[in-house]
């Protein structure tokens, strides 16, 4: 790996083709990534991307001109100093928000470029070409604003953002309610079961505890190995399949937690009372996200828990 300085302008004239041709297929990237769901975004995309392409053409042309026509293949992984980037553009689906703070980010480490190449070169062409991309990169940002204000209307800006939450119901309440409702349900027969079966809170904590990381590994790899998300739109499998299995674990740990407690009846009262704010709380998620009437959301929700608590509860005292 070399140092920045110890470049020569030949070679970073060639850094900085590099750096421009990258920036511009990451932008291509986004653009492909958000046209489906946000397609005047995208449109600002491939506008940036467009403005990259001419200053990769101007510094290639300019590399002709002073060194001929080899140009070497340096990269920005090749060059001490640069930071590595996190492959948010591989994301499918994209998110809006990580995707513009990502290209924000690009055109802050590129102009720094710019400026601090322009600092170090003799040669007055170079030094003008790099001065003027350092300028450009510079009001890039208010150009994309203004770019994203003549494509990205409010009426657009508010379809898009009903777009960007209808995914984020999609690909992280869905599944992470559905671990929250399992684990938190179906855990209660089998720890209230062990806890008036023995009257011993530590045996019903091992009990619950068990019950609720097997079910959230269970319904992890159930909910990944469901679809790919390349037909629904659901995200990526193992991200979902991680949400998921993680809110089951947590559903069932919370009403478990209470049985660490020594004393049987104090701990069968804090039980009680978690088990109710973790229904209280699916309740309100599912009345939030997923648009159920409050009254029926309660009622669909405290009837499932009130059975399946009750269940427990009998054959625990069988």
């Known amino acids: 790996m070399r140092s920045f300085d110890s470049l ?18 990451i932008y291509a990237d986004f653009a492909e990534g958000l046209r489906q769901d946000f397609p005047a975004t995208a449109s600002v995309f491939d506008e940036m991307k467009e403005e990259e392409s001419g200053h990769r053409r101007r510094l290639i042309e300019l590399s002709r001109e002073k060194f001929g026509d080899h140009i070497p293949l340096i990269r920005r992984q090749d ?42 070169t003799n040669d007055a062409r170079v030094r003008q070409l790099l001065d003027d991309l350092a300028q450009e990169e510079r009001y890039h940002e208010n150009r994309a604003e203004a770019l994203e204000e003549a494509k990205v209307g409010p009426d657009v800006k508010k379809q898009e953002a ?7 119901v999609l690909q992280i309440v869905q599944p992470g309610l559905a671990g929250l409702m399992d684990g938190s349900v179906s855990t209660l027969a089998p720890v209230f079961a062990a806890a008036y079966a023995t009257h011993r809170p530590d045996e019903a904590f091992l009990v619950g505890l068990a019950a609720s990381v097997g079910a959230g590994i269970s319904m992890g790899f159930a909910e990944a190995l469901s679809d790919d998300g390349s037909l629904t739109g659901r995200g990526h499998p193992w991200v979902r399949g991680g949400v998921c299995g993680l809110m089951t674990a947590l559903g069932g740990i919370g009403h ?42 309660a009622l669909q929700v405290g009837l499932g828990g009130a059975l399946v608590f009750l269940t427990g509860i009998l054959i625990g005292s069988s």
């Open 79 to 120: 060059v001490r100093g640069f930071v590595n980037r996190r492959p948010v553009w591989l994301v499918r689906p994209l998110g809006l928000e990580a995707v513009r703070n990502q290209a924000a980010a690009m055109e802050v480490e590129t102009r720094r470029f710019y400026e601090r190449a322009a600092a170090r």
């Open 162 to 168: 009903e777009a960007s939450r209808r995914l984020f």
């Open 8 to 25: 020569t302008e030949k070679e970073v004239l060639a850094l900085a083709i590099s750096l421009e041709e990258e920036d511009e297929r």
């Open 256 to 297: 478990t937690l209470p049985f660490l407690i020594g004393n049987f009846h104090t701990a069968m009262t804090a039980a009680i009372a978690v088990v109710a704010v973790e229904l209280a709380s699916i309740a309100w998620i599912r009345h939030r996200y997923m648009e159920t009437p409050p009254l029926s959301a």
